[in-house]
Every structure is written in structure tokens, then in C-alpha cells.
């Protein structure tokens, strides 16, 4: 009889000890289920996403898109990084744009620090420019083109007048 006592006042002591926690998912089960829906709704949707991905790879062929890169080219110790090349650009560009009341060899030199940026930036995403070969307005014109190109391949520029964002499809 006394192992039995002691084995009931140790539930006892456990149930009570329980109480508080008991009484936590009494009032917080909506809390709780709520956090239980959401992350089973986000691992699903990561995993749906991780489906749809999949597909799209094997739709689009991803490994034949990129076999012929050549990608010694980003290894090159000499080679400025994209980011880098980018933030070079804004700085550049907004200058440009905003350069009001500065001498014409100055606007000069910064038109031409920034087509050699273009340049940078055209190599390092394989987008074809003509930049070099062009004066005048065809220049500005291919120049705009390539700001284009460079915008729809993820890389945001100053816009052609300040103050305004800049738009291409």
C-alpha cells in the first residue's frame, strides 16, 4: 500500500505541476492551431513552388541554355564584379544626368566613363553593343538601347531625365 501512495502523489504532483500548461492550451489553442495551419500552408506552398521550378527546368531546358557559357570569364582575377560595375553606373549616370553648370570636357569624360561602364556591364551579362563603333545620335540612340537591354536583364539605371523612373518592356 505505501508504493501505491507514492505512485498516486506523484500523479498527483505531475498533474499539478501540468495545470499551468494544461490551462496555456486551453486558452491558446486558437493561437496554436492558427501557427500549426500556417506553417503546414508555407511548407506546402514551398514545396509546390519547388515542384513548379522543377518543371520549368526540365521545360525550358535550363542545362542547354548554359552549356555554352564560357565560364572562365567570370573567374578572371582582373574581372570587376557585375554589382560593382552597377553601382558604378548609378553613380555615374546620375552625375550625368544631373551635371547642369559643369564645363563640356567634364560632361565629356563623364559620358565616356559611363559608355565604358556600359561596356563593362554588356560583356558581363552577353549582351551584343555597339557603342565603340557609333557617334552622334546614332551613339545616344544605341546607348539608350543598351540601357533598355541592361534594365530587362535585372539591372536598374538612372532614367533619362532626372527625377523619373525608368521604364522598359
Known amino acids: 500500500m505505501g508504493v501505491e501512495r507514492a505512485l ?4 498527483a504532483l505531475l498533474a499539478v505541476a501540468s ?9 491558446c489553442y486558437d493561437e496554436i492551431l492558427d501557427r500549426v495551419v500556417c506553417g503546414w500552408s508555407e511548407w506546402r506552398e514551398r514545396r509546390r513552388e519547388q515542384r513548379t521550378i522543377a518543371r ?9 541554355l548554359t552549356r555554352d557559357i564560357d565560364l572562365s570569364e567570370f573567374e578572371r582575377a582582373d574581372r570587376r564584379p557585375l554589382e560593382q560595375i ?10 550625368r544626368l544631373g551635371g547642369g553648370g559643369r564645363p563640356m570636357v567634364w560632361h565629356g569624360a563623364l ?14 551579362l552577353g549582351i551584343t553593343e555597339h557603342l565603340a563603333d557609333l557617334d552622334g545620335v546614332d551613339q545616344e540612340i544605341e546607348r539608350v538601347r543598351v540601357e533598355g537591354l541592361l534594365h530587362a536583364a535585372g539591372l536598374a539605371l538612372p532614367a533619362a531625365r532626372a527625377g523619373h523612373r525608368q521604364r522598359h518592356r
Open 8 to 11: 498516486l502523489l506523484a500523479l
Open 19 to 27: 495545470l499551468p500548461a494544461a490551462f496555456a492550451l486551453v486558452f
Open 111 to 124: 559620358v565616356q566613363a559611363y559608355d565604358d561602364r556600359l561596356r563593362l556591364a554588356c560583356r558581363a
Open 56 to 64: 520549368l527546368d526540365r521545360a525550358v531546358e535550363a542545362d542547354a
Open 86 to 95: 552597377a553601382a558604378d553606373l548609378r553613380r555615374i549616370g546620375g552625375q
